[in-house]
């Protein structure tokens, strides 16, 4: 079989190709559906940024930041549908701002930072929360329950120059029409600065790639032909649909 090179067009790629089977290149656009001239990257996580995500998961805050990575292969668009595992047990929703760069970060100071946004957005850190509870008695690193194909759906991005205070954004995800998880950027244990500031002393931060930011409460499994409601308040209001892979 021949190898496809897809070029960068204002045309969005289809999220999965029928006769493949094998998800297609994802582009970064923004908001109102354009094209973002970046490449898609690696995404860089920080966990437990939130008081409240750490109390329910029945953690304890540590004074040293908890960083993962999401390979570039993570990355789908968040709507209409995207496509979760059906065969590893739960599968669980982690609604987080996203933050795309679009200029080199390594060992940045925070006047650097602001300078090095393109935009923010809503992304889900999906979580194979069996696989992950799994790995971690076994004393292992839980990459395949936060890195598999798809496990980082992402709405289009505002961009930066629109929001005057990013550390004010408020956001949400109604499942079925009921509310799940309420996140307000202010409570967050890193700022958005911050935690920039900390991941590019371990990892540069490249343009094209993305940053969470981190899940408030109320992670919980997502069911097949699930409603999903995202809304990063006035910017985005995501409507979308969670379908899992055994059913076309
Ligand atoms: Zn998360």
Redesign the pocket.
């Given at each position: 079989m021949s190898e496809q090179t897809q070029e960068k067009s204002s045309k969005l790629p289809q999220q999965l190709s029928d006769e493949t089977a094998i998800p297609v290149v994802y582009q970064h656009t923004d908001w109102q559906g354009q094209a973002i001239d970046l490449p898609a990257g690696k995404v860089v996580?920080i966990?437990q940024n939130y008081l409240d995500h750490i109390q329910e998961m029945n953690s304890q805050p540590a004074p040293q930041a908890l960083f993962f990575i999401k390979p570039t292969t993570a990355l789908r668009r968040l709507a209409p549908v995207f496509v979760i595992p059906s065969s590893h047990g739960a599968v669980h929703n982690?609604t987080?701002i996203a933050v795309l760069i679009k200029q080199p970060l390594c060992k940045a100071t925070s006047a650097e930072v602001a300078a090095a946004i393109w935009g923010y957005s809503l992304a889900l850190?999906l979580?194979l929360r069996d696989v992950q509870a799994e790995l971690k008695k076994l004393g292992r690193p839980w990459e395949i329950a936060k890195g598999f194909d798809g496990a980082c759906p992402i709405a289009g991005f505002v961009p930066a120059a629109l929001i005057d205070e990013p550390q004010q954004l408020q956001f949400s995800l109604q499942v079925n029409n009921s509310l799940r998880q309420q996140g307000d950027a202010i409570l967050m244990i890193r700022s958005i600065t911050q935690i920039l500031v900390e991941m590019s002393q371990w990892f540069t931060l490249a343009p094209g790639d993305i940053v969470?930011t981190?899940?408030p409460a109320g992670v919980g499994p997502l069911q097949h032909n699930d409603q999903l409601h995202l809304a990063l308040s006035p910017w985005l209001d995501v409507l979308t649909t969670v379908h899992t892979d055994q059913i076309k």
């Amino acid at each position: 079989m021949s190898e496809q090179t897809q070029e960068k067009s204002s045309k969005l790629p289809q999220q999965l190709s029928d006769e493949t089977a094998i998800p297609v290149v994802y582009q970064h656009t923004d908001w109102q559906g354009q094209a973002i001239d970046l490449p898609a990257g690696k995404v860089v996580c920080i966990g437990q940024n939130y008081l409240d995500h750490i109390q329910e998961m029945n953690s304890q805050p540590a004074p040293q930041a908890l960083f993962f990575i999401k390979p570039t292969t993570a990355l789908r668009r968040l709507a209409p549908v995207f496509v979760i595992p059906s065969s590893h047990g739960a599968v669980h929703n982690e609604t987080e701002i996203a933050v795309l760069i679009k200029q080199p970060l390594c060992k940045a100071t925070s006047a650097e930072v602001a300078a090095a946004i393109w935009g923010y957005s809503l992304a889900l850190d999906l979580t194979l929360r069996d696989v992950q509870a799994e790995l971690k008695k076994l004393g292992r690193p839980w990459e395949i329950a936060k890195g598999f194909d798809g496990a980082c759906p992402i709405a289009g991005f505002v961009p930066a120059a629109l929001i005057d205070e990013p550390q004010q954004l408020q956001f949400s995800l109604q499942v079925n029409n009921s509310l799940r998880q309420q996140g307000d950027a202010i409570l967050m244990i890193r700022s958005i600065t911050q935690i920039l500031v900390e991941m590019s002393q371990w990892f540069t931060l490249a343009p094209g790639d993305i940053v969470l930011t981190g899940t408030p409460a109320g992670v919980g499994p997502l069911q097949h032909n699930d409603q999903l409601h995202l809304a990063l308040s006035p910017w985005l209001d995501v409507l979308t649909t969670v379908h899992t892979d055994q059913i076309k």
